[in-house]
């Protein structure tokens, strides 16, 4: 069943269960519905969550997968809206990003991420996680 199709189906069963006024529905109803219309959760989409998450630029992603710069925004979009942006990274990758900014003249967020391919808000939050272990 395509995605439009549980959509429709899960609106008309709220209509009937809840009412007419979708300000008196459950949240996780409405949680629900507007989660079906997220692409699904295929190995593709996977991926590219993943990169995200991982902080690689759209158009890097765009250029690796074959996808278009303006999908991957408005994924990256849909994922900050339900805070399921968290930016991650693996040692090794806070390791090349302590490389980076140890040997960089006057690193700055913007300069490392364009170095890495990263975006600037994932060197941010990397930077202030390296920080905080120090500390």
């Known amino acids: 069943m395509s995605s439009n199709k549980k959509m429709a189906a899960a609106i ?9 006024d979708p ?13 079906q219309t997220e692409e699904g959760h295929t190995a593709e989409n996977k991926i590219l ?9 759209n158009q890097y992603i765009a250029q690796e997968r074959s996808k278009s ?6 994924l990256r ?6 805070d399921e942006l968290n930016y991650q990274a693996t ?3 806070l390791t090349q990003l302590k490389y980076n ?11 490392v991420a364009g170095v890495m391919h990263r ?3 994932w060197v941010r939050c990397m930077r202030e996680k390296i920080r905080e272990e120090k500390l």
């Open 12 to 20: 008309r069963a709220a209509y009937a269960n809840y009412g007419d």
């Open 119 to 121: 975006d600037k808000d």
């Open 77 to 82: 979009s849909r994922m900050r809206n339900r």
């Open 49 to 57: 969550r993943h990169l995200i998450l991982h902080g690689y630029t």
């Open 91 to 93: 040692p090794d990758e």
């Open 69 to 74: 710069p303006h999908y991957l925004k408005q």
């Open 23 to 35: 300000d008196d529905w459950p949240e996780d109803v409405k949680k629900e519905i507007r989660g």
């Open 101 to 111: 900014v140890k040997h960089m003249n006057r690193p700055n967020n913007q300069g």
